[in-house]
């Protein structure tokens, strides 16, 4: 299982590297909530996400004949983005797996960083399969998303960075897809603050995280029909489940309309650009602010990679 140690060995890594993201607090949303929320800002991370501490850390802890081989992901996006980016920095070849219907601005992305891309279909294709079968066709070490220990650490310096500079939390909310992030961030904050209470959240269509926690086995479901691109996940991954089953307090839903209501409040109040996934934490604690009232509240703001139509399109339909 993913440890403490995993966390401040990624840190080592990232340090000078990755951004520390900062704090972001709202005196409006506190009132309206009824709760006093810190929002940790990954939509400033590099590459727009917190998917490059994870990218950055499983690259950086390769051997240099592993290197050499070049690395392969699969992603719909900010994984991807992630990926090509840290194998860039760290001069190897990046092969990208990426659903065709994934949003241009990170296909887009992707390709300038330097990545081949090959697409294929989410509703009909097996991300898993063709990735390894490419892999192997490739000699390439295959990097995957989230169920992957070095990939879960670099995400959970995220949690590190929030229970190191937010004194006293009560609970830290953290979006989830595959798992990686939150399990990462789980043991990342808790290795500081121990009796944080840690909770998941992710779209109420696409609910396999949560699922898979109340029923204490992992659940797949098909692929779900969100505005959320980077959590249409359909099963939680074998080692982010480890660490969920067992330090988790429980995992969240919420609808895309509070999602797009939450993209909404950042830019209207904040002034800062969400993606839907990047607001789903936000809108979790909207949608179950009864639960945390008077509480001191984390959210991961966790991604900011979407396109003016696409983002003007969802605010316009909110």
Do not use: W
């Amino acid at each position: 299982m993913l440890n403490f140690t995993d966390i401040q060995a990624a840190a080592a890594r990232l340090k000078g590297v990755a951004h520390r993201t900062p704090i972001l607090t709202s005196t409006t949303l506190n009132r309206l909530l009824g709760c006093e929320v810190f929002m940790k800002a990954e939509n400033f991370q590099r590459m727009g996400a917190f998917k490059f501490r994870g990218g950055y850390n499983a690259i950086n802890a390769l051997t240099d004949a592993e290197r050499a081989r070049g690395v392969l992901a699969f992603s719909s996006g900010n994984h991807a983005q992630a990926v090509a980016l840290s194998a860039k920095l760290h001069g190897c070849k990046a092969t990208i797996l990426m659903p065709s219907d994934a949003p241009p601005t990170k296909l887009k992305a992707t390709r300038e960083y330097g990545a081949e891309v090959i697409t294929y279909d989410r509703y009909s294709e097996d991300r898993s399969a063709l990735a390894k079968r490419y892999a192997e066709e490739r000699n390439a070490v295959l990097i995957p998303p989230y169920d992957y220990l070095p990939v879960m650490a670099g995400q959970g310096t995220c949690g590190l960075e929030i229970a190191e500079e937010i004194p006293n939390l009560d609970a830290l909310i953290v979006c989830t897809g595959g798992g990686g992030f939150l399990s990462g961030s789980t043991i990342g904050a808790q290795g500081i603050q121990p009796s944080i209470k840690m909770y998941g959240a992710e779209p109420e269509s696409g609910n396999d995280v949560q699922q898979a926690f109340r029923t204490g086995q992992i659940i797949t479901i098909p692929v779900p029909k969100t505005i959320c691109d980077g959590q249409q996940t359909q099963a939680v991954g074998v080692l982010p489940f480890e660490v969920i089953r067992e330090h988790v307090t429980d995992v969240l839903t919420t609808s895309d309309a509070t999602v797009i209501e939450a993209m909404r409040f950042a830019f209207e109040r904040m002034k800062i650009v969400l993606e839907p996934s990047g607001a789903c934490a936000l809108a979790a604690l909207m949608e179950s602010k009864a639960r945390f009232t008077g509480q001191r509240v984390a959210v991961t703001l966790s991604g900011g990679n979407i396109n003016f139509d696409r983002f003007a399109q969802l605010l316009g339909a909110g």
